[in-house]
């Protein structure tokens, strides 16, 4: 994905491109003191809550398969 590599640089024109828990990163460069405890706090809740969207599936919701991939 374009954008995914520049972690370290801020660059409002790849967010489009970015996954959540690249954008959430991106936060940084917005706040005015990144080290701040509350916002860690924040962030890593976020990046977490980001990370489980980015799956197909998180809940494991629908019918389970029939076959294993080994058997198919």
Same mark, same amino acid.
């Not at 828990?21 to 080290?35: A, G, I, N, S, T």
């Not at 860690?40 to 599936?57: D, F, G, S």
């Given at each position: &994905?374009?954008? @995914?590599? &520049?972690?370290?640089? $801020?660059? *409002? !024109?790849?967010?489009? %491109? &970015? &996954? *959540?828990?690249?954008?959430? !990163?991106?936060?940084? $460069? ?8 509350? %916002?860690?706090?924040?962030?890593? /809740?976020?990046?977490?809550?980001? /990370? @489980?969207? !980015?799956? /197909? ?5 629908? /019918?389970?398969?029939?076959?294993? *991939?080994? !058997?198919?």
């Amino acid at each position: &994905m374009k954008g @995914c590599s &520049m972690k370290n640089e $801020y660059k *409002p !024109e790849n967010f489009p %491109y &970015m &996954m *959540p828990h690249l954008l959430v !990163e991106q936060l940084d $460069y917005l706040v005015k003191d990144p080290l701040d405890q509350d %916002y860690l706090i924040l962030k890593k /809740r976020l990046i977490e809550t980001a /990370r @489980c969207a !980015e799956n /197909r599936n998180p809940f494991g919701a629908g /019918r389970p398969e029939r076959f294993t *991939p080994r !058997e198919k």
